[in-house]
């Protein structure tokens, strides 16, 4: 597992400003970042529990932006979407630093031990 904050920030930013021809992008891109977030050699628990509800906040954005039905709901109600999915995005960031802190530092204590 590698983190890019790039990825990240590139993400959060694409969800904080994206209009609903942007918004079409988000799924794809969530996807290939959540992918290269899970880790096969130490997979974590915490961030498949997140998956649930990072999806349901996307949907319910893409939704609420018009992204399926050309069709938006009002702006307070697009806003509120979105900042629910910008909470859920926030959350699995932090903890997918949080895992890849964990890979390096057992990373280095299998290497320490081979020595």
Known sequence: ?????????????????CDRQDALSIPKSLS??????????QPSVYLVDLLPSLS???QAFLTAIGAFNLSPLPEPEVTSRRNRLLE?????????RLCQQSVVFMDTISAAAHR
């Open 1 to 17: 597992m590698t983190i890019d904050s790039m990825d990240a920030i590139g993400l959060r930013n694409l969800v904080a400003t």
């Open 32 to 41: 290939a970042y959540v992918t290269d977030m899970l880790d096969a050699r």
């Open 56 to 58: 349901t906040a996307m």
């Open 88 to 96: 859920c995005l926030d959350t699995f960031i932090d903890e997918a």
